[in-house]
């Protein structure tokens, strides 16, 4: 485990101060970020020391190919796009332990990859009377600030800004194909020891896994998050990969399928990592995009945690 990267579960075992500290020591919380910029007639500019909310999601969607779309999930939750951001944090849920810290820390920007309240399309018409909903809207609203989803534009960046987070933590960028980033050709190893490794730098405690441990790996199809069982099934006969790497799955779906392929013969295993282990690198890829391209404002990653454990 990376230093500052808190297991599922610990966040009640820590003082606020004590999380910000072992945040900051592994991703640098509070570092200032500028650089001058120069006009073409040489001569110096002042630099732009505030965004608001609306300017720093415009930035990144304009390096999304296509630009902005119609149709999409990825909508603030909370707060004003006109609001002065003082601080980011990413993270993969804008839990409420989350919020806390975006509080401590000054920050009045949460960028979230997955919904805010509990629903793909965060709709709360259905929610107005619950009290966990009452009391995470009031705490947003009571501070000032704003949620925004980046879901569907990260996932549309090329490449794919979640898998090349995963990659990078996984440290297999260079093994990855140059055109399918998700396919990952790499030195053969057993796949309890591809296990070994993927669970120590993801930061995950155990995982679920279909196949033979002593099965020599080389080819890895990773999928991170809920692609579906199209995406996986017709992956594994398209590219014929040693290793099925997801986030999730159906277990009545791509699951079966595997056990059928092992059943026939084939030379196939699967790994189940879990949504939120497969996706939280995605945050880390984007603090560092806010870091090239937002100087002046604090950026902090804070991992949301994993919901589930395993007894």
Known sequence: MEPG????????????????????TAVGAGIVLSSPIMSLAAEPVK??????????????????PGGAMTETVDTLKSGSPDTTVTGIVTTMF????????????????IIAHEPTFYNHEDKTDWLQNDQVYRYKANLLKEHNIAVWRNHDYI?????????MGVLDQLGWQKYADKDLPNLVNM????????????KAKLNIEKVRYMGDPLQKCQRVLLYPGAVGRVTHIEGIEKYKPDVLMVGELSEWETAEYVRDALA???????????HIASEEPGSEFMLKW??????????THVPS???LTFM
């Not at 009640?12 to 101060?17: D, E, F, L, M």
């Not at 996932?155 to 898998?163: E, F, K, S, W």
């Not at 026939?264 to 879990?274: E, H, R």
């Open 264 to 274: 026939k013969g084939d030379n196939l295993s699967l790994v189940v990592l879990g």
């Open 5 to 24: 990267t808190q297991k599922a579960g610990s966040f009640a075992g820590y003082t606020r101060r004590k999380f910000i500290y072992n945040v900051s």
């Open 155 to 163: 996932h549309r960046m090329v490449p794919d800004g979640v898998t």
């Open 187 to 198: 030195p053969s190893e057993p796949l309890k020891e591809l296990i070994r490794h993927t």
């Open 94 to 109: 804008a839990t409420i332990a989350v919020i806390r810290n975006a509080i401590d820390l000054g920050a009045n920007f």
């Open 47 to 64: 630099k732009e020391e505030t965004y608001t909310v609306k300017q720093i999601m415009d930035l990144f969607i304009k390096d999304v």
């Open 305 to 307: 945690g994993h919901s």
């Open 290 to 299: 806010l870091k090239r391209n937002v100087p002046g404002v604090k950026t």
